[in-house]
Nanobody
């Protein structure tokens, strides 16, 4: 089993920045990809960024968001710059176990709210 604990959400003005963190513990040897989804009210959950063999970004965040990993801390980060009101959502960290597709969430964090004011 893998546990994911997120931190770093909050309220920021448009144009500002936030950094989300997701610390993994447990059977982390079984993970081959980690990343972030987000879900705004009334919308489907959207894949924002992922890091495994390759790095993936949603078109809506390319050039503004950066995903990175600190393997020593078993932590993945999402640096979000030039934030827009449409980035407002609950952000969920996920991990994919070996054998799963890289964007498949086998394990999930509790979610952290990001609110961008105009």
């Amino acid at each position: 089993q893998v546990q994911l604990v997120e931190s770093g959400g909050g309220l920021v003005q448009a144009g500002g920045s936030l950094r989300l963190s997701c610390a993994a513990s447990g059977s982390i040897f079984n993970i081959h990809a980690m990343g972030w989804y987000r879900q705004a009210p009334g919308n489907q959950r959207e894949l924002v960024a992922a890091s495994g063999g390759t790095t993936h970004y949603a078109d809506s965040v390319k050039g503004r968001f950066t995903i990175s990993k600190d393997n020593a801390k078993n932590t993945v980060y999402l640096q979000m710059n030039s934030l827009k009101p449409e980035d407002t959502a609950v952000y969920y960290c996920y991990a994919a176990r070996r054998g799963s597709v890289w964007y498949e969430g086998d394990f999930w964090g509790q979610g952290t709210q990001v609110t961008v004011s105009s």
